[in-house]
């Protein structure tokens, strides 16, 4: 069973724990090898061609303001094909409720028909938001496993979590 764990995360300044925070490292970022790790698969970093705002507040207000338009960003590279994967983590973090516009850009550029998917979002609060019935509307042909929601604070010492998660999935 080959993995895949396609992910977007955000560095540098985050809402942590009801302050902003620099990260050198995004959350998700971190759950996503965390998953790579306890299963084995290939890692693929969802990038924007035009960044978000370093300032965090701005950011939210982008992401806000794409979410509403439904926008689709462009991305520095995509994936043409998942043929060689049975199943896909889609990892990233809550905004506004769901993914970055950015991770159905490239979701929705795949044919998902046979493939196992599983969501995994980072939050300070929302859980998974709508981010699983967001990927039924858009994974047409996929059947999915359960979610996981990580408090993104907690992160870094989510490792056994994430893997016991990960490993019940496959």
Known sequence: MANLILYYSRKGENYVNGSIKSLQKG?????????QK???GDLFEIETVKAYSADYMTCTEEAKAELQSKARPALKKSLDSIAGYDNVFVCGPCWWGTYPCAVFTQ???LDWHGKKVMALMTHEGSGLGTCERDLKGI?????FGKGLAVHGADAARSESAVAAWAKAQV
Not at 27 to 35: G, K, L
Not at 139 to 143: D, K, M, S
């Open 139 to 143: 994974c047409a042909g996929a059947v």
């Open 107 to 109: 979701l929705e550029q």
């Open 38 to 40: 306890a299963v084995g």
């Open 27 to 35: 959350n998700t970022e971190i759950c996503a090898e965390y998953i």
